[in-house]
């Protein structure tokens, strides 16, 4: 999992200058859709939403917005049809990629992710293309504020895979069907949960030479800052040497 946690951390590092765009709010206000949509606009009782919403006010998304999107979710007000999609692609040297939408718009969805392969020497797939080489696991992280001893006593007893410490958080890995279990058994403990989700991780990381993990990282990025893209995931090795050459 360590090319997932280097990006995880390039993402995190980043945050603060995309927290400034406002796309960033509709990305936010599509999870909030969705999920009241799923499990009902009660926060207190749909753990998803209250996420969310958690997300959404740590991003300073104004209250009007989340009140609008839970609504849309509900169907309370017009506008809440988005739709969940997942593309399938390889990147320079055939690098595998996995990526989730939520989206409004079918067509433009489409166009963003074909021009960002297309501009980086990859390509899409069709549908089961790589998908084989990943297999799907829940991720939840914590400020590394918490006590980590414990964390890890409740997230290892509600089933959790491994947890560690990953760059000023604490980041808990979990089978699928554990991660329910363990999402809220951290939630009864007390614990604010940063991130919660299911993501894509490659059985097997690939390295490649540097000018094409360079290449392959440049397209990460701008599938990351599409519009519609809430996740990427690759099988790329992100070595510490592309590391500081993509940051530079």
């Not at 299911?198 to 390295?207: D, G, S, T």
């Not at 090795?237 to 940051?247: K, P, R």
Request: hydrophobic share 40%; glycine share 8%.
């Amino acid at each position: 999992m360590s090319g997932h946690s280097k990006w995880s951390t390039i993402k995190r590092k980043k945050g603060a200058e995309d927290a400034k765009r406002a796309k960033v709010f509709t990305r936010l206000g599509r999870e909030i859709m969705v999920a009241a949509r799923e499990g009902g606009g009660d926060e207190n009782v749909n753990p998803k939403l209250k996420l969310a919403v958690a997300k959404a006010r740590a991003a300073n998304m104004p209250k009007e917005n989340i009140e609008r999107a839970i609504k849309k979710g509900t169907g309370e007000i017009a506008g809440g049809e988005v739709v969940e999609m997942l593309y399938e692609g390889y990147g320079p040297e055939g690098v595998a990629y996995i990526v989730e939408i939520l989206t409004d718009n079918k067509n433009r969805a489409l166009a963003e992710i074909k021009h960002a392969f297309s501009k980086h020497a990859g390509s899409l797939a069709t549908n089961g293309a790589v998908m084989w080489q990943f297999d799907q696991k829940g991720f939840i992280t914590l400020k590394d504020e918490a006590d980590f001893d414990a964390v890890f006593m409740a997230a290892a007893e509600a089933g959790a895979e491994d947890v560690v410490h990953e760059d000023g958080i604490i980041a808990i890995y979990t089978a699928r069907d554990d991660f329910a279990a363990v999402e809220q058994a951290l939630t009864d403990a007390g614990y604010v949960l940063e991130d919660t989700e299911l993501r894509w991780f490659p059985q097997n990381e690939v390295e490649v030479p540097a000018g094409k993990a360079l290449q392959n990282m440049r397209l990460m990025e701008q599938l990351e800052d599409a519009d519609d893209v809430q996740t990427v995931s690759s099988n790329l090795n992100i070595t510490d040497e592309v590391l500081a050459a993509f940051g530079s």
